[in-house]
């Protein structure tokens, strides 16, 4: 019985420390990822977002263009145009050509922000072992982020990543209610400079927009 029983620990431990290590191998992905991210001078990218609902059916569908240097963004898609330097946040609602003006918390910027959303990992999330997969002839790694406790938004995240490029290429949000929202970016090139005008709104290109500031 006791031989048993050091048998069952000693093989929980090495699947406790191969796990162990291959986490640090999906984090240093991340990490290098996030880190070409967060300091590339220029990324424009072009994006399809879908959300599906849990009984399978498509909920809604988008496409978009993103300028993104760091922090900072500037998103553009049919239904609206969103700007945010680093702390004041644009939103332009074509439809009606209006424009609200906020300060997002954290936590809701994570919700538009190319760069958080990649930095999810960052924070109360256990990641599994990369696992390669081949599209398109290209291999790319694919890494599964569970949240360490029940109070985080998302039952899972996967995301979808060029090792050799270091791009984010597909990311897959579970949210706890069964509702999958599915972003995949194409077109993705990380020479440009943009300063920090690209990412203000600016009011004399809109001139009869309607601005409602919720500061």
Not at 36 to 61: P, V
Not at 112 to 124: H, K, T
């Amino acid at each position: 019985m006791k031989k048993r029983n050091f048998f069952t620990l000693a093989t929980l431990f090495v699947a406790l420390l191969a796990h162990s290590q291959q986490s640090a191998e999906a984090r240093a992905l991340l990490d290098k990822s996030y880190a070409a991210f967060e300091t590339s001078k220029g990324i424009h990218l072009t994006f399809r977002a879908t959300t599906t609902g849990s009984d399978g059916s498509e909920q809604m569908a988008m496409e978009g263009t993103a300028y993104i240097r760091g922090n900072k963004f500037k998103l553009e898609t049919n239904e609206m145009d969103i700007w945010f330097d680093g702390t004041t946040q644009w939103v332009l609602m074509k439809e009606i050509n209006e424009v609200n003006i906020s300060n997002p918390t954290s936590e809701e910027i994570t919700a538009v922000s190319p760069l958080a959303l990649l930095g999810i990992y960052r924070n109360g999330y256990l990641l599994s072992a990369p696992v390669s997969r081949t599209i398109h002839g290209k291999k790319l790694q694919l890494i599964r982020m569970t949240p360490a406790t029940d109070n985080k938004a998302y039952k899972s995240v996967d995301a979808l990543i060029d090792p050799n490029g270091l791009a984010l290429k597909e990311v897959m949000l579970t949210l706890r209610n069964g509702t999958i929202q599915m972003i995949t970016i194409s077109g993705y090139n990380a020479n440009h400079n943009f300063s920090d005008a690209e990412f203000r709104f600016d009011r004399s290109r809109y001139p009869h927009a309607e601005i409602i500031d919720l500061r």
